[in-house]
Protein backbone atom coordinates (compact mmCIF):
# COMPACT_ATOMS: atom_id res chain seq x y z
CA UNK A 1 0.00 0.00 0.00
CA UNK A 2 1.38 3.56 -0.95
CA UNK A 3 2.40 5.15 1.86
CA UNK A 4 1.26 9.00 2.49
CA UNK A 5 3.51 12.29 4.01
CA UNK A 6 1.51 14.96 5.19
CA UNK A 7 2.19 17.94 7.57
CA UNK A 8 2.11 17.02 11.47
CA UNK A 9 0.02 20.65 12.06
CA UNK A 10 -1.36 23.50 10.63
CA UNK A 11 -2.58 26.68 11.81
CA UNK A 12 -5.14 28.83 10.01
CA UNK A 13 -7.99 32.22 10.86
CA UNK A 14 -11.18 31.57 11.04
CA UNK A 15 -12.72 32.17 7.26
CA UNK A 16 -9.21 31.54 5.41
CA UNK A 17 -9.09 28.69 2.94
CA UNK A 18 -7.17 26.08 3.99
CA UNK A 19 -5.03 23.56 1.59
CA UNK A 20 -3.59 20.79 2.93
CA UNK A 21 -1.51 18.67 0.52
CA UNK A 22 -0.67 15.10 0.91
CA UNK A 23 2.87 12.97 -0.49
CA UNK A 24 1.80 9.60 -2.15
CA UNK A 25 4.82 8.97 -4.47
CA UNK A 26 4.03 5.25 -4.74
CA UNK A 27 0.22 5.40 -5.80
CA UNK A 28 -0.91 2.43 -7.71
CA UNK A 29 -2.81 2.57 -10.82
CA UNK A 30 -5.78 0.82 -9.09
CA UNK A 31 -5.02 3.28 -5.88
CA UNK A 32 -8.23 5.92 -5.03
CA UNK A 33 -7.09 9.05 -2.95
CA UNK A 34 -9.35 9.77 0.36
CA UNK A 35 -9.60 12.15 3.28
CA UNK A 36 -11.21 11.51 6.56
CA UNK A 37 -11.73 14.03 9.29
CA UNK A 38 -11.55 12.92 12.89
CA UNK A 39 -12.48 15.06 16.34
CA UNK A 40 -10.96 13.65 19.35
CA UNK A 41 -12.71 10.85 20.90
CA UNK A 42 -14.82 10.02 17.29
CA UNK A 43 -14.58 7.76 14.32
CA UNK A 44 -13.07 9.20 11.27
CA UNK A 45 -15.46 11.00 8.90
CA UNK A 46 -15.16 10.41 5.31
CA UNK A 47 -14.84 14.11 3.60
CA UNK A 48 -13.73 13.60 -0.60
CA UNK A 49 -12.49 10.81 -2.29
CA UNK A 50 -11.22 11.33 -5.66
CA UNK A 51 -9.03 9.23 -8.83
CA UNK A 52 -7.93 12.34 -10.80
CA UNK A 53 -8.24 15.73 -11.45
CA UNK A 54 -10.51 17.21 -9.21
CA UNK A 55 -13.66 16.61 -7.33
CA UNK A 56 -15.87 19.06 -5.40
CA UNK A 57 -18.45 18.03 -2.82
CA UNK A 58 -20.45 20.74 -0.58
CA UNK A 59 -17.80 20.39 2.14
CA UNK A 60 -14.28 20.36 0.22
CA UNK A 61 -12.20 20.24 -2.95
CA UNK A 62 -9.94 17.34 -3.84
CA UNK A 63 -7.31 18.33 -6.39
CA UNK A 64 -5.10 15.67 -7.89
CA UNK A 65 -2.19 16.20 -10.53
CA UNK A 66 -2.01 14.28 -13.71
CA UNK A 67 0.79 12.12 -12.01
CA UNK A 68 -1.24 11.55 -8.91
CA UNK A 69 1.91 11.47 -7.03
CA UNK A 70 -0.06 14.14 -4.51
CA UNK A 71 -3.12 15.33 -3.81
CA UNK A 72 -4.45 18.46 -1.99
CA UNK A 73 -7.44 18.63 -0.03
CA UNK A 74 -9.35 22.27 0.13
CA UNK A 75 -11.07 23.47 2.96
CA UNK A 76 -12.89 26.66 2.15
CA UNK A 77 -13.48 29.14 4.66
CA UNK A 78 -12.65 27.25 7.84
CA UNK A 79 -14.68 27.76 11.18
CA UNK A 80 -13.29 26.82 14.76
CA UNK A 81 -15.68 23.62 14.34
CA UNK A 82 -12.86 22.62 11.40
CA UNK A 83 -10.48 22.05 13.57
CA UNK A 84 -9.67 18.18 13.86
CA UNK A 85 -7.27 16.08 12.57
CA UNK A 86 -7.53 15.08 9.09
CA UNK A 87 -5.94 12.19 7.18
CA UNK A 88 -5.12 11.40 3.26
CA UNK A 89 -5.14 7.99 2.99
CA UNK A 90 -4.25 5.68 -0.78
CA UNK A 91 -6.49 2.72 -1.09
CA UNK A 92 -6.25 -0.61 -3.39
CA UNK A 93 -9.54 -1.41 -4.50
CA UNK A 94 -9.09 -5.43 -4.65
CA UNK A 95 -12.10 -5.65 -6.69
CA UNK A 96 -15.39 -5.66 -5.62
CA UNK A 97 -17.23 -8.80 -4.72
CA UNK A 98 -18.98 -10.42 -1.84
CA UNK A 99 -16.04 -10.53 0.08
CA UNK A 100 -13.56 -8.06 -1.34
CA UNK A 101 -11.73 -6.06 0.49
CA UNK A 102 -11.12 -2.27 0.19
CA UNK A 103 -8.29 -1.82 2.97
CA UNK A 104 -7.71 1.71 4.60
CA UNK A 105 -4.48 2.28 5.77
CA UNK A 106 -3.91 5.57 8.31
CA UNK A 107 -0.86 7.66 8.68
CA UNK A 108 -0.18 10.21 10.80
CA UNK A 109 -2.82 12.76 10.12
CA UNK A 110 -2.57 16.33 9.72
CA UNK A 111 -3.69 18.57 12.72
CA UNK A 112 -5.57 21.52 11.81
CA UNK A 113 -6.17 24.27 14.65
CA UNK A 114 -8.10 26.77 13.58
CA UNK A 115 -8.14 30.66 15.71
CA UNK A 116 -10.43 32.87 16.11
CA UNK B 1 -25.80 8.77 5.30
CA UNK B 2 -25.37 5.12 6.65
CA UNK B 3 -24.57 3.77 10.54
CA UNK B 4 -22.20 2.08 12.11
CA UNK B 5 -23.25 1.26 15.55
CA UNK B 6 -20.57 0.40 18.68
CA UNK B 7 -21.40 -0.65 21.49
CA UNK B 8 -20.50 0.21 24.48
CA UNK B 9 -19.07 3.61 23.63
CA UNK B 10 -17.02 3.64 26.65
CA UNK B 11 -15.89 0.75 29.25
CA UNK B 12 -13.94 0.51 31.91
CA UNK B 13 -12.88 -3.03 33.26
CA UNK B 14 -10.42 -4.15 35.65
CA UNK B 15 -7.26 -6.03 35.05
CA UNK B 16 -7.44 -10.12 33.63
CA UNK B 17 -11.21 -9.81 32.17
CA UNK B 18 -12.13 -10.04 29.26
CA UNK B 19 -14.66 -7.31 27.07
CA UNK B 20 -16.58 -7.36 24.26
CA UNK B 21 -17.23 -4.56 22.25
CA UNK B 22 -19.81 -4.81 19.48
CA UNK B 23 -19.89 -3.15 15.87
CA UNK B 24 -23.30 -3.33 13.85
CA UNK B 25 -24.25 -1.44 10.90
CA UNK B 26 -27.85 -0.34 11.56
CA UNK B 27 -29.24 0.21 7.73
CA UNK B 28 -26.75 -1.99 5.33
CA UNK B 29 -25.27 -5.32 5.23
CA UNK B 30 -21.68 -5.36 5.82
CA UNK B 31 -19.71 -8.06 3.88
CA UNK B 32 -16.31 -7.06 5.73
CA UNK B 33 -15.62 -5.04 8.96
CA UNK B 34 -12.17 -3.40 9.89
CA UNK B 35 -11.39 -3.07 13.33
CA UNK B 36 -8.56 -0.17 14.52
CA UNK B 37 -7.16 0.62 17.73
CA UNK B 38 -6.05 4.58 18.18
CA UNK B 39 -3.81 5.49 21.06
CA UNK B 40 -3.36 9.02 22.41
CA UNK B 41 -2.36 11.50 20.02
CA UNK B 42 -1.40 8.66 17.51
CA UNK B 43 -3.26 7.35 14.02
CA UNK B 44 -5.26 4.48 13.63
CA UNK B 45 -3.55 1.24 13.74
CA UNK B 46 -5.45 -1.92 11.58
CA UNK B 47 -5.79 -4.80 13.89
CA UNK B 48 -7.82 -7.33 11.34
CA UNK B 49 -9.89 -7.47 8.92
CA UNK B 50 -12.74 -9.63 9.22
CA UNK B 51 -15.56 -10.98 6.49
CA UNK B 52 -18.86 -12.62 7.18
CA UNK B 53 -18.74 -16.54 7.92
CA UNK B 54 -14.50 -16.26 7.94
CA UNK B 55 -12.20 -15.99 10.12
CA UNK B 56 -10.56 -12.73 10.59
CA UNK B 57 -7.50 -11.62 9.32
CA UNK B 58 -5.08 -9.89 11.73
CA UNK B 59 -2.03 -7.91 10.81
CA UNK B 60 0.86 -8.39 12.17
CA UNK B 61 2.22 -7.79 15.80
CA UNK B 62 -1.41 -8.36 16.53
CA UNK B 63 -2.32 -11.28 18.91
CA UNK B 64 -5.18 -13.49 17.28
CA UNK B 65 -5.49 -14.82 20.60
CA UNK B 66 -5.68 -12.15 22.11
CA UNK B 67 -8.45 -9.94 20.28
CA UNK B 68 -11.27 -12.64 19.31
CA UNK B 69 -13.00 -10.89 16.59
CA UNK B 70 -16.62 -12.80 15.59
CA UNK B 71 -18.16 -11.78 12.43
CA UNK B 72 -21.59 -13.99 12.47
CA UNK B 73 -23.92 -11.85 10.18
CA UNK B 74 -24.00 -9.43 7.86
CA UNK B 75 -25.13 -6.71 10.41
CA UNK B 76 -22.56 -7.64 13.05
CA UNK B 77 -19.04 -7.90 14.50
CA UNK B 78 -17.65 -7.99 17.76
CA UNK B 79 -14.17 -8.18 19.67
CA UNK B 80 -13.19 -9.57 22.30
CA UNK B 81 -10.46 -8.23 24.40
CA UNK B 82 -9.56 -10.80 26.77
CA UNK B 83 -7.27 -10.91 30.01
CA UNK B 84 -6.93 -7.33 29.26
CA UNK B 85 -4.15 -5.90 30.88
CA UNK B 86 -4.15 -1.89 31.18
CA UNK B 87 -1.33 -1.97 27.68
CA UNK B 88 -4.99 -2.60 25.91
CA UNK B 89 -6.75 0.91 26.96
CA UNK B 90 -7.38 2.55 23.73
CA UNK B 91 -10.09 3.61 21.76
CA UNK B 92 -11.52 0.93 18.97
CA UNK B 93 -12.54 1.93 15.79
CA UNK B 94 -14.60 -0.14 13.83
CA UNK B 95 -15.43 0.77 10.37
CA UNK B 96 -18.03 -1.71 7.57
CA UNK B 97 -17.93 -2.10 3.66
CA UNK B 98 -21.43 -1.40 2.44
CA UNK B 99 -22.25 -5.03 0.71
CA UNK B 100 -24.65 -3.03 -1.76
CA UNK B 101 -21.94 -0.12 -3.12
CA UNK B 102 -18.82 -0.48 -1.57
CA UNK B 103 -18.51 2.57 0.61
CA UNK B 104 -16.80 2.37 4.35
CA UNK B 105 -18.43 3.31 7.05
CA UNK B 106 -16.83 4.00 10.33
CA UNK B 107 -18.26 3.50 13.76
CA UNK B 108 -17.86 6.15 16.55
CA UNK B 109 -15.33 3.82 18.82
CA UNK B 110 -15.04 2.62 22.03
CA UNK B 111 -12.85 3.85 24.41
CA UNK B 112 -11.60 1.01 26.79
CA UNK B 113 -9.65 1.60 30.30
CA UNK B 114 -8.07 -0.79 31.79
CA UNK B 115 -7.46 -0.88 35.32
Known amino acids: LAKTTQPISMDSYEGQEVNITCSHN???????ITWYQQFPSQGPRFIIQ???TKVTNEVASLFIPADRKSSTLSLPRVSLSDTAVYYC?????????????????FGKGTKLSVIP | GAVVSQHPSWVICKSGTSVKIECRSL??????MFWYRQFPKQSLMLMAT?????????EQGVEKDKFLINHASLTLSTLTVTSAHPEDSSFYIC???????????FGEGSRLTVL
Open chain 1, 89 to 105: LVARRWGYSGAGSYQLT
Open chain 2, 95 to 105: SARSRASGELF
Open chain 2, 27 to 32: DFQATT
Open chain 2, 50 to 58: SNEGSKATY
Open chain 1, 50 to 52: GYK
Open chain 1, 26 to 32: NIATNDY
